[in-house]
C-alpha cells in the first residue's frame, strides 16, 4: 500500500533567508501510524507542519526543492481547500484558530467552505462532536470555555473534514499536565478507534515517550533520529545535543545501566520505573 505520507528530499527556505528551515527531509509513514515529531526551537518542526497541509509553499513564499506528498497528492500542486478534506491541522493557541462564537458554527465553518450540504453538514457535525466526546459542548459559547475544551472544539472541527491524517503542532503547550494527557488520549482513540494517522509535534518529550510508537527527531532543519522513543532516548549524546528533557525515571536507569547492574529496556514513566526497580532489588536479594 502507498504510504500516507511521503517527504522525499524536501528543502525549505523562508523569504530572503540564506539557511534551510527544512534540509533534505525523507520521511515516510505509513496510513494508521501516531508518530511523534519533536527536536529543539527552531529545528523545523511548524514548518514540516505547514508542508504537509500545504501551507508552505501555496501561501508562503519562498524556495524548495523535492516534494510533499499526502495520500497521493503532491501539496505544492493541489489546492488547499482540497487538501483540508485530507489533512486536517491543529496548532498550539486555540483563540488564533477558532473564529466563531459557538461551537457547533466553528465546526460549520470548515465545511461551508468545502461547500457540503446542509444536511451533511448538520451529521459532520454531530459525528465529530461525538467522536471527540464533546457533544454536551454543541450550543455552547467557545468564550466560556477552558483552554483544554477549545483545543478539543480545534480537534473537532478537524476531525468534521474526515480527513485521514491529523497533523496537531503543539496542541498541548498552554495546557497544565491533567489536559495534556486528556488531548492525548482523545489523539490515541482517534487513531485507534478511527484510523486517523497522527502526527504529534510536541517538544515535552516525557508526553510523547511513552505514548508513542516511533519518534522523529528534527534539529537544525534534518531528521536527526527516527525510532522508537526507547531507543532514542537510549543515546545521551542524542537527548543532550536535542536538548531534550529526558524523564527522570529514564535518567535514573540510564544511569544504572551505565553502572552495568541494569540490562533491561529503559522505562519512560514512573510505574514502569518502580516496576523494574523491584524486579531489579529482588534480583539483586536474590543472589546476596
Ligand atoms: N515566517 C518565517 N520567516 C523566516 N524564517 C522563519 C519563519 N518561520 C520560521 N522561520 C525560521 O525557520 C526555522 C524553523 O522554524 P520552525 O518554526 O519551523 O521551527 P520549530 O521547530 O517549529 O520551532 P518552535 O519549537 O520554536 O516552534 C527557524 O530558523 C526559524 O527562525
Redesign the pocket.
Known amino acids: 500500500m502507498d504510504p500516507i505520507i511521503k517527504v522525499e528530499n524536501f528543502t525549505f527556505y523562508?523569504p530572503e533567508?540564506q539557511v534551510p528551515?527544512l534540509d533534505g527531509i525523507n520521511l515516510t509513514v505509513q496510513e494508521g501510524e501516531f508518530l511523534g515529531l519533536t527536536?529543539p526551537?527552531?529545528?523545523?518542526?511548524?514548518?514540516l507542519a505547514l508542508a504537509l497541509n500545504g501551507i508552505i509553499p501555496n501561501f508562503q513564499g519562498g524556495r524548495m526543492g523535492g516534494r510533499v506528498m499526502v495520500a497521493g497528492l503532491d501539496t505544492a500542486k493541489t489546492p488547499c481547500a482540497r487538501l483540508a478534506g485530507v489533512i486536517g491541522s491543529v496548532f498550539q493557541d486555540p483563540e488564533a484558530q477558532l473564529v466563531a462564537e459557538v461551537v457547533e458554527d466553528e465546526l460549520a465553518f470548515g465545511l461551508e467552505n468545502l461547500a457540503v450540504p446542509r444536511e451533511e453538514m448538520r451529521q459532520r457535525i454531530s459525528a465529530a462532536l461525538e467522536m471527540v466526546g464533546i457533544a454536551s459542548l454543541r450550543h455552547r459559547s467557545l468564550r466560556e470555555l477552558s483552554g483544554g475544551q477549545k483545543q478539543k472544539v480545534a480537534i473537532a472541527a478537524a476531525v468534521a473534514l474526515r480527513p485521514r491524517v491529523l497533523v496537531l503542532d503543539e496542541p498541548t503547550s498552554e495546557l497544565d499536565p491533567r489536559g495534556t494527557l486528556e488531548i492525548v488520549a482523545l489523539l490515541q482513540r482517534l487513531n485507534r478507534d478511527y484510523g486517523i494517522t497522527i502526527l504529534l509535534i510536541e517538544?515535552k518529550i516525557s508526553v510523547l515517550a511513552p505514548r508513542v510508537p516511533r519518534l522523529v527527531c528534527?534539529n537544525k532543519g534534518r531528521i536527526v533520529a527516527d525510532a522508537s522513543p526507547r531507543q532514542i532516548l537510549a543515546q545521551e549524546k542524542l537527548t543532550t545535543e536535542l536538548g531534550l528533557e529526558v524523564p527522570p525515571v529514564t535518567a535514573l536507569f540510564r544511569m544504572l545501566r551505565r553502572a552495568g547492574v541494569y540490562h533491561g529496556d529503559l522505562p519512560l514513566e514512573v510505574d514502569e520505573g518502580r516496576r523494574e526497580l523491584g524486579r531489579l532489588l529482588g534480583h539483586q536479594a536474590s543472589r546476596t
Open positions: 523562508y533567508s528551515a527536536g526551537t527552531g529545528a523545523g518542526k511548524t514548518t517538544q528534527l
